[in-house]
């Protein structure tokens, strides 16, 4: 294993997803085989969200993602600073959080 040569992937973003989309709500559901993730806005005033991108991963992708982010997180703080989160009821059903499903 140690004389594989790593894979290098060409990845290409069409010019429609080169500027990306901000968000600053997201809702995760997950089930036995997938994990779906739904990144949407919400303004300040407006009683509802807009989803403007789902994302749907295997567990194990869901995983590899999580540790991707915790790792450039780290990364961040370390050139930034910490990065601090608001008092818990700050800003209530607003930010990143996990909707419950049953399933």
Known sequence: MANQKQQQIKINIPKEHSEGIYSNVAFMNFNQS??????????????????????????????RFMQLLERNVKKYEEQFGEVKLPEHGSQKNIGFQQATINN
Not at 38 to 52: K, Q, S, W
Request: avoid cysteine; charge should be neutral.
């Open 34 to 63: 997938e994990f779906v993730v739904d990144f949407g806005r919400i303004l300040p005033g407006v009683p509802e969200a807009t989803i403007y991108s789902r994302i749907i991963l295997s567990p194990q992708h869901a995983k």
